[in-house]
């Protein structure tokens, strides 16, 4: 069965550094998600790609954010300064219809900022 | 405002009991609603979808309920097994242009042997 997946599994940097999160989303998918859980909490919504442009993004996704879609298989969430509190487990999803429809996501992206 | 919250923060059965997990929501523009298992270390996963022109949908051991009235979402998981111990969460898109999925705060399932 297809899957998203992500990597690197867990990543460690230093505060002020940039960051680099990858996905492969599932091949036939459309519509491509960043999504972010800080330890505990519940699962919050970043960013959602389409048509090689953002369609939608949250609060959280300001200027020290990008995604890209580099090339026909590869999504990447890009923070270009990382703060402490970009500590977080992020998720990359993938759907074939819009937003009133599946999201299937990957297994995440540990990222601590020390 | 829309939002998307649990009931219960935990829950804990007995292997074989059928389990009933509540999800409340807000936004009365909400027309589809996901239920996700997260496991320790592990991403959402997929259980159940149903939308908002539904009231039951049934899965393999799982049932979703919507009662757009009062604004309530279920799971129902029949015969609960150990491998169901998990966090679950509910999930909710308004449709249109809007593609975020906005999700409760989750429900830790606790199945014991």
């Known amino acids: 069965e297809p899957e998203v997946t992500q990597t690197p599994s867990h990543q460690v940097t230093q505060m002020g550094q940039e960051v680099i999160l990858r996905c492969v989303p599932i091949s036939n998918h459309l519509y491509f998600y960043w999504y972010r859980q800080i330890l505990g909490q519940k699962v919050e919504f970043l960013v959602s790609f389409y048509n090689n442009e953002i369609s939608e993004k949250s609060e959280i996704f300001d200027d020290q954010f990008s995604v890209e879609r580099p090339d026909g298989s590869n999504f990447t969430l890009k923070i270009r300064s990382t703060k402490l509190e970009d500590s977080a487990m992020y998720f990359c999803?993938?759907?074939f219809g819009g937003g009133a429809d599946t999201q299937y996501f990957g297994p995440g992206t540990r990222l601590t900022v020390l | 405002g829309e939002s998307v919250g649990l009931h219960l923060p935990t829950l804990s059965v007995q292997e074989g009991d059928n389990s009933i997990i509540n999800c409340a929501y807000s936004?009365?523009?909400?027309?589809?609603f996901i239920w996700y298992k997260q496991e320790s270390g592990k991403g959402p996963q997929f259980i159940i979808d149903?939308?908002?022109?539904?009231d039951k949908r049934q899965g393999q051991r799982v049932t979703v309920l919507l009662n757009k009235t009062v604004k309530h979402l279920s799971l129902q998981i029949a015969a609960t097994q150990p491998g169901d111990s998990a966090v679950y969460f509910c999930?909710?898109?308004?449709?249109?242009?809007?593609?975020?999925?906005?999700f409760g705060k989750g429900t830790l399932l606790t199945v014991n042997p």
């Open positions: 999930a909710e898109n308004s449709g249109g242009s809007n593609y975020k999925l906005t």
């Open positions: 149903i939308r908002s022109n539904m």
């Open positions: 936004n009365s523009a909400s027309d589809y």
């Open positions: 999803a993938s759907g």
